[in-house]
């Protein structure tokens, strides 16, 4: 199934040859295209346990941004919760478990994150090697480019989601401890910002995602927050990023609150629910006349992606642009800002239902790129015109 997905992509030479531009194109412009120019980027998990397969998969499907593989298969470390809980204070991690025990000193611990965080001292949110094997084969220059990527992308947890998954030794979510909750963000805010320098020594350009799977039960008993609450947290974890900084939801949620913070990227499971985005008109409008950009994950990650082709998606993927244009939603705008995604991780997946999958969202983006981006076979990176 692979093999044949993989025929409509362009080699990874090709396509970064593709991307790249003319000689004559300054590499200021080139970056300024990257986001409006229909690229594929990964959510982040693949269900792969040698990190070396998992990054030559990565590299041959996403060549001009590729991300750091999380391999949760390999151990519990690299859960998305897991990964992510070193240096908070209290975490404990047993078997496949995470809580935090407050019957240790957290005080001492607690003063130690928040004296990093005041002093802006990135080496608190160090991930070591063990919670994340594929960034560390990056940083260890493990990690051989046929030509040098555009950007890295790099992803975190979000601290909605982490803060209602990690519970305390009574089992009770740390979103509800006011001292505990607090420190969520913080922590994570260190967590993303170290993560992006590191990157940022690997490539001119870095994408941060913070993944928040809970925003799908937002406004339910499960996700007892206010709006204000919701992008209060969000948004201190992106105030220590400096690069371009996106949010991925797999679910539908309230995609308002999503497009008031301060992302560059919205990404969303476009396969399933793209009619629900379509509400949002008004929001979707401002958002992209800020210069956001929306990555459809019009690829399915479960067995559905089975019976789709290239084909079949780039239509579905048009449907989703209609509702938005019935809308009055700009046509041209979001033809000038769009990317392809997975619908989600595929973590859970088969390896050969991940290659499959990551060879349609190659496969996609290729068609986007040689309808509407201008000399999308030849290097340009202008808008073309709408050729459908």
């Known amino acids: 199934a692979f093999a044949t997905a993989a025929q409509t992509i362009l080699t990874p030479l090709a396509l970064y040859d593709t991307i790249r531009g003319s000689a004559n194109q300054s590499r200021e412009a080139e970056m300024d295209s990257l986001l409006g120019a229909w690229l594929p980027v990964a959510v982040g998990s693949v269900p792969h346990t040698d990190v070396a397969a998992a990054w030559d998969l990565m590299l041959h499907s996403f060549p001009a941004i590729p ?22 204070p209290g975490v404990t ?22 004296l990093a965080y005041f002093e802006n001292d990135l080496s608190q949110g160090r991930t070591s090697y063990d919670y994340a094997v594929g960034l560390g084969m990056l940083r260890r220059g493990e990690v051989v480019f046929s030509d040098p990527p555009l950007a890295l992308k790099g992803q975190v947890t979000g ?13 009770r979510p740390i979103l509800y401890d006011d001292v505990l909750g607090e ?21 001119p350009r870095t994408v941060m995602f913070i993944d928040e ?40 949620t309230d995609w308002a609150i999503l497009f008031s913070t301060s992302i560059d990227i919205l990404s969303l499971d ?23 950009v929306i990555a459809w994950g019009i690829v399915p990650t479960n067995a559905m992606a089975e019976r789709e082709t ?3 998606l780039v239509e579905r993927l048009h449907e989703a642009l209609d509702r938005l244009v019935a809308k009055g939603v700009s046509k041209d705008a979001l ?34 790129r040689r309808r509407y981006v201008k000399g999308g076979d030849s290097g340009a990176s202008e808008p073309a015109t709408d050729e459908r």
């Not at 420190?183 to 490539?203: D, F, P, T």
């Open 67 to 88: 991300s750091w593989p999380q391999l949760p298969r390999r151990a519990y470390l690299e859960n998305m919760y897991a990964q992510f809980s070193e240096g908070f």
């Open 159 to 171: 601290p909605v989601s982490w803060s209602l998954t990690v519970v305390d030794e009574n089992q």
């Open 93 to 114: 991690l047993e078997q496949d478990r995470i809580y935090v025990d407050r019957q240790g000193d957290l005080e001492s611990e607690l003063e130690r994150l928040y």
């Open 310 to 312: 290239v084909d079949s």
């Open 335 to 368: 033809l000038q800002a769009g990317m392809i995604t997975p619908s989600c991780g595929l973590g859970s997946a088969t390896p050969p239902l991940a290659e499959h999958v990551f060879g349609l969202t190659a496969g996609v983006s290729a068609e986007m």
């Open 213 to 252: 799977p809970y925003m799908a039960s937002y406004g339910s008993a499960f996700v007892p927050l206010s709006r204000d609450q919701v992008i209060g947290l969000l948004e201190e974890v992106f105030a220590g990023l400096e690069g371009i900084k996106g949010v991925h939801c797999c679910g539908n």
């Open 270 to 292: 476009a396969y399933g629910y793209s009619e629900k985005l379509a509400l949002y008109p008004e929001d979707v409008t401002r958002f992209l006349e800020r210069g956001g």
């Open 183 to 203: 420190a969520v963000a913080k922590h994570l805010r260190l967590k993303a910002a170290w993560q992006e320098r590191e990157l940022a020594k690997l490539a």
